[in-house]
Nanobody, 124 residues
Framework: QVQLAESGGELVQAGDSLRLSCAGS????????VGWFRQAPGKKREFVAS????????YYADSVKGRFTISRDNFKNTVYLQMNSLKPEDTAVYYC?????????????????WGQGTQVTVSS
């Protein structure tokens, strides 16, 4: 079993940068693919980015491509989401999810474990 904890969310202004962290517990965290999703009030959970278990392959939503970068450090059991050029529409609770067999990176149902989320608010 894997436990996940997100951190790094805060209130920032448009154009600022933030780095979110997803810390995983357990010796097997390095064998899990990890995805970042976000959910704004009244909206469905939306795919943001994902990374395979080794960090060799990454995937991004079109809305964040070129602004966000996902990476991982398996020695630290942590996956990062570097967010640059933030926009008010990036405001949401950001969640990380982990799964072993991911066929559709954009589908939250493919992920087995989730953290509690961290709030990102971007003011205009």
């Amino acid at each position: 079993q894997v436990q996940l904890a997100e951190s790094g969310g805060e209130l920032v202004q448009a154009g600022d940068s933030l780095r979110l962290s997803c810390a995983g517990s357990g010796r097997t965290f390095g064998s899990y693919a990890v995805g970042w999703f976000r959910q704004a009030p009244g909206k469905k959970r939306e795919f943001v980015a994902s990374i395979d278990y080794k960090g060799d392959s990454t995937y991004y939503a079109d809305s964040v491509k070129g602004r966000f970068t996902i990476s991982r450090d398996n020695f630290k059991n942590t996956v990062y989401l570097q967010m640059n050029s933030l926009k008010p529409e990036d405001t949401a609770v950001y969640y990380c999810g982990a799964g072993r067999l991911i066929f559709n990176w954009r589908d939250p149902e493919e992920y087995d474990y989730w953290g509690q989320g961290t709030q990102v608010t971007v003011s205009s």
